[in-house]
């Protein structure tokens, strides 16, 4: 039994680590055994999210070949290997694989032959993956790695072991792809849950203010055929040699799926997700505008958009409207890294096979981004760390801190709603699959409107001969809604413009305009310039957007 320990209180203001500074506790806390035991162990109060983490990390098997993390150096006791890299070994890890990266396959495994830490350099699979994804083979089988799969060759039985190599640059990417994950989303704080209902009347969806915010109806999804029928081996049968777009290439459903089942290594699983599966599998769905509730053939549709989300005013564009429904499909630990749906819409998702974990944070003028994700000026580019794994493991545990944040699971036969603006990441916690539609609520009309009228160049998912998207979504509004809904929408956007150049007092106070003018005051110094990015390609934008949740 651990000894009962005392928690000392620490000076207001104080940092005895040099870090966080603590509040003073109003009394000492005596500990219970569990406490004591992190106490021992960390030398320090450890939360429960940093335990979290490490006990997922403490989880991940060995690496295949034999390497550490840096960190382990300093207390080595086999030499380090690196040396024997000529003078590559004076460049950092990082460095190396971005060169590595400029190498063709040929130059890659004559490389790798050099020394053992070459060896383990060279088989990164993530060179091979960016190698395979530029020059896609016609017809390939999945060999369960990206390199043996490029080179068409089975997997090594017994890989050369490279004991001695001590590289962050390889060993984060196989502790990503190996850490357990759903330890993450578990024991969700009570003021963080997602509300969950059986349903919720269209009515009731606008006028009582779910609009803006997160909810999960666990009803309307079990009624469709495509809840009913369909799983991953019933498509595959019927739909096996069709093309569906999984992130950047276009492959066979049969070959994605035997890459899904054997992707254990891949620390960010490639993710099926298709804007035109409806034409592709020739589905029966109603005609834009059309609810469940104004159907008369309910049964004969292969699924019905829930009635809770109607009307869509994107659904007066018809055929000119840009991409808004896709299936998902992806083994466990894939999904989305933070983002927020395109256009300003807002979105429903249907998980018809498995879960999903869902973790989201609303989005406004006054409100920080999540905890590690980084949003340039125009918003217009999200910044977050490579895969969904290496954000839970650095930021998980804050970002359960953080005001605003929402977390729930989205299990088969339920429909997760995602209102305008809020961003989100989502995590498959088992093989799922899933439909996706992107709709404009009335109650955020005025967000689409804005965003389409102040921000063209972000635009997304429209032909190319669409050439004005904000006029034609007003035209054809006026055309089905009249002339009120349209005119009322816009007073709305025009009400937030001047929210936005409206400056409170305090705003005001650290402008530091001073009696001359000079602005000599106080002020925050960020060293934030304002510049905008270059602009994406619209084909590559698309592309990104194609494949988020």
Not at 152 to 163: A, D
Not at 443 to 468: I, S, Y
Not at 493 to 506: A, L, M
Request: glycine share 8%; charged share 25%.
């Amino acid at each position: 039994m651990a000894p009962s320990v005392a928690v000392l209180p620490q000076v207001s203001g104080t940092s005895l680590d040099g870090g966080e500074v603590y509040p003073c506790p109003s009394k000492r806390r005596k500990l219970s055994a569990d406490d004591s035991e992190r106490l021992l162990k960390h030398g320090h109060a450890v939360t429960d999210g940093e335990e979290e983490s490490e006990a997922s990390a403490s989880r991940v098997p060995k690496h295949p070949l034999g390497v550490r993390p840096l960190g382990n150096l300093y207390d080595a006791t086999e030499p380090n290997i690196r040396t024997k890299c000529g003078t590559m070994a004076l460049l950092p890890d990082e460095l190396i694989i971005q060169i590595l990266e400029l190498l063709d396959a040929r130059d890659l495994v004559h490389l790798g032959s050099a020394c053992r830490a070459f060896y383990a350099l060279t088989r990164s699979d993530d060179l091979w993956k960016a190698l395979f994804i530029e020059c896609p083979p016609r017809s390939f089988a999945w060999r369960g790695s990206w390199r043996a799969t490029h080179l068409s060759m089975p997997l090594s039985p017994r890989p050369i072991k490279c004991l001695g190599l001590y590289s962050d640059a390889l060993y984060r990417p196989f502790q990503c792809a190996h850490t357990p994950l759903r330890p993450f989303t578990e024991s969700i704080p009570a003021a963080n849950r997602i509300p969950r209902l059986h349903d919720l009347s269209a009515r009731s969806f606008t006028e009582d203010g779910w609009a803006e915010r997160p909810f999960i109806l666990t009803d309307p999804v079990k009624s469709w055929r495509a809840y009913k029928e369909w799983s991953t081996s019933h498509l595959l049968s019927r739909y096996g040699k069709t093309a569906f777009r999984a992130e950047a290439v276009d492959w066979p459903l049969a070959t994605y799926v035997n890459y899904m089942h054997d992707c254990t290594d891949d620390e960010s699983p490639l993710y099926l997700f298709d804007c035109a599966f409806v034409e592709k599998m020739g589905l029966r769905v109603p005609e834009d505008g059309v609810s469940a509730a104004q159907s008369q053939l309910e049964d004969e549709y292969d699924y019905i958009p829930p009635t809770t989300f109607h009307p869509d005013l994107f659904s007066p564009l018809a055929a000119q409207r840009p991409h808004h429904r896709w299936i998902i499909l992806g083994p466990a630990r894939s999904g989305s890294t933070f983002h927020k749906d395109p256009n300003a819409t807002s979105a429903w998702n249907a998980v018809l096979r498995g879960s999903k974990y869902w973790i989201m944070f609303p989005s406004g003028a006054d409100i920080p981004s999540p905890p590690g994700v980084y949003v340039s000026a125009d918003q217009s580019e999200v910044t977050s760390p490579l895969s969904i794994a290496e954000w839970l493991l650095s930021f998980h545990a804050e970002a359960r801190r953080t005001k605003g944040c929402m977390e729930g699971i989205c299990g088969e036969g339920e429909v997760l709603y995602v209102p305008s603006g809020w961003y989100h990441l989502v995590l498959n916690l088992e093989e799922s699959l899933a439909i996706t539609q992107n709709f404009v609520p009335r109650a955020h009309l005025a967000n689409a409107l804005e965003f389409m009228r102040d921000r063209p160049e972000q635009v997304t998912g429209f032909k190319k001969d669409v050439k004005d998207p904000y006029g034609l979504f007003v035209e054809r509004l006026r055309e089905t809604h009249g002339c009120e809904m349209v005119e009322q929408g816009l007073r709305e956007v025009e009400q937030k413009t001047r929210s936005k150049k409206e400056k409170g007092k305090w705003e005001t106070l650290v402008e530091g305009h001073g009696e001359d003018g000079d602005g000599g005051g106080f002020s925050f110094g960020f060293g934030l310039d304002g510049r905008n990015s270059d602009d994406d390609d619209d084909d590559a934008v698309d592309a990104v957007v194609d494949r988020v949740e």
